[in-house]
């Protein structure tokens, strides 16, 4: 069975601290993607990586940053998290670009930034 | 990348059909329109997809119009369970999926 995993659902930093989020997926998945969810605004993709060591901007970079040094791991950083940076984070993954294969996501995590 | 365009909510009676539309005219030849759900607390859940032809899968069917502007998600006989958030989805090249705001599905007993 299919899997991505995300290190925490639930998460509670405070201002100013350094956070990393951790999604792992055991399909060997090249193309690895960051949302974040908000009531009223949808899904909005911050970072997604398609390959090893490579990364592309989503909609919403600003205060984030990704690393992704093995294929089966995407981290999101939040270098100094901020109180609008409070919200529901989705790891997916996919099979290759131009594929017209399903993304599959994990089970999110609720951070809370105090 | 195209964007998609839902109605906020809809209500559907238990054991009827529930038919959620999606405009998305401005999509390309090559993209492929997704269909996924979430319901509350989890992660978005694959339903179906298409590029051209109507679909059908044991979830639910997938119309999409000639011109390829709009489509209609089918769900032949909706049970309470399938009170969710249904998003419409065009696919880029890229792989990744632009969201929409999605249609809270509402099935009422």
């Known amino acids: 069975d299919v899997k991505v995993t995300q290190s925490s659902r639930y998460l509670v930093k405070r201002t100013g601290e350094k956070v990393f989020l951790e999604c792992v997926q055991d399909m060997d998945h090249e193309n690895m993607f960051w949302y974040r969810q908000d009531p009223g605004l949808g899904l909005r993709l911050i970072y997604f990586?398609?390959?090893?060591?490579?990364?592309e901007k989503g909609d919403i970079p600003e205060g984030y940053s990704v690393s992704r040094e093995k294929k089966e791991r995407f981290s999101l950083i939040l270098e100094s998290a901020s109180t609008n940076q409070t919200s529901m984070y989705l790891c997916?993954?996919?099979?290759?670009?131009?594929?017209?294969?399903?993304?599959?996501f994990g089970p999110g995590t609720r951070l809370t930034v105090l | 990348d195209a964007k998609t365009t839902q109605p906020p909510s809809m209500d559907c009676a238990e054991g009827r059909a529930a038919n959620l539309p999606c405009n998305h005219s401005t999509i390309s030849g090559n993209e492929y329109v997704y269909w996924y759900r979430q319901i509350h607390s989890q992660g978005p859940q694959y339903i179906i997809h298409g590029l051209k032809n109507n679909e059908t899968n044991e979830m639910a069917s997938l119309i999409i119009t000639e011109d390829r502007k709009s489509s209609t998600l089918i769900l032949p006989h909706a049970t309470l369970r399938d009170t969710a958030v249904y998003y419409c989805i065009v696919k880029s090249n890229t792989g990744k999926l632009i969201f929409g705001q999605g249609t809270t599905l509402q099935v009422k007993p």
């Open positions: 997916a993954s996919i099979q290759g670009s131009g594929s017209s294969r399903e993304q599959f």
């Open positions: 990586s398609y390959d090893v060591k490579m990364k």
